[in-house]
């Protein structure tokens, strides 16, 4: 579904403060993998979602989605068949648009968009019985301006305009470290169910392990640009934290890494 070979990007070549952020990443995901990744702090996390989002050319290797080489293609391009969720919630709303209007964005993934008339009653009725799954009451309040959500709604909302028009990949990039622990759990019942309805393709980054081990059937774990650990089927629903505690302090050596870069 997702083959992704000796992907490299470094930032600042050159000069001190040069990074390479990645390190001739490769990974193979099939349909319907729900894949958690971790890491320490600079591991390379973000970027490796970045890269498969076109936010910046790589310099080297190839990206194919369904068949599809995307490695050249610009970020726009790629998002109609990408959804994406940022850590922060004001990141995938337009605060000056009412959620009826984000949601008729976002339901033209994908598509060509004309000078046709606005939202139709049909689509009012789509977007009620779409956002009444969320349990937050935002189906009786299709005008209200986004900006005036919470950042616990917005994030769901998000969610939902992330795959109201199913993507073939889904990137949730720590999307709910910044919420309260009742309102992350509220989005990750979400993100599971959501998931799990539309058998979507996921990657998720998380700096929380717990939440690494539980959710999805694939764990992989960045270090230094690469991806030095994966996990799945019987060996993921038996690992415990101390486990991954244990396999992160392998790759400490001489590098004086400590076990808490890794929550970070």
């Not at 490796?48 to 599809?68: C, K, M, Y």
């Not at 598509?111 to 779409?130: M, P, S, V």
């Not at 919470?150 to 889904?170: D, E, F, H, I, K």
Request: with cysteine; net charge positive; aromatic share 4%.
């Amino acid at each position: 579904m997702i083959s992704i070979t000796n992907v490299t990007k470094a930032f600042n070549l050159g000069s001190v403060n040069e990074v390479r952020a990645l390190n001739g990443v490769d990974l193979e995901v099939k349909d319907g993998d729900f894949i958690t990744i971790i890491g320490s702090n600079g591991a390379g996390k973000s970027t490796f979602l970045n890269a498969i989002a076109g936010t910046f050319p790589l310099d080297s290797g190839r990206i194919v989605l369904e068949d599809q080489d995307v490695t050249k293609w610009p970020e726009y391009k790629r998002a109609a068949l990408i959804g994406r969720v940022f850590q922060d919630p004001l990141l995938g709303t337009c605060a000056g648009a009412t959620i009826e209007q984000n949601l008729a964005m976002a339901m033209k993934r994908g598509q060509r968009r004309t000078l046709g008339i606005g939202i139709r009653a049909r689509d009012r009725a789509f977007f009620k019985e779409k956002l009444a799954v969320l349990g937050l009451g935002l189906e009786e309040r299709l005008k209200t301006s986004t900006g005036l959500l919470s950042g616990g709604q917005r994030q769901a909302l998000t969610m939902l305009m992330a795959t109201l028009v199913r993507p073939r990949l889904l990137l949730l990039d720590e999307h709910t470290a910044a919420l309260d622990p009742k309102t992350g759990s509220m989005i990750l019942e979400l993100t599971e169910e959501l998931v799990r309805s539309q058998n979507l393709t996921a990657l998720m980054v998380t700096h929380n392990m717990n939440q690494a081990i539980t959710l999805g059937n694939r764990l992989i774990m960045f270090h230094r640009g690469r991806i030095v650990l994966d996990i799945a089927g019987e060996e993921k629903r038996n690992l415990k934290v101390d486990d991954l505690l244990r396999r992160f302090s392998e790759l400490r050596g001489d590098e004086g890494v400590s076990d808490r870069m890794l929550l970070c």
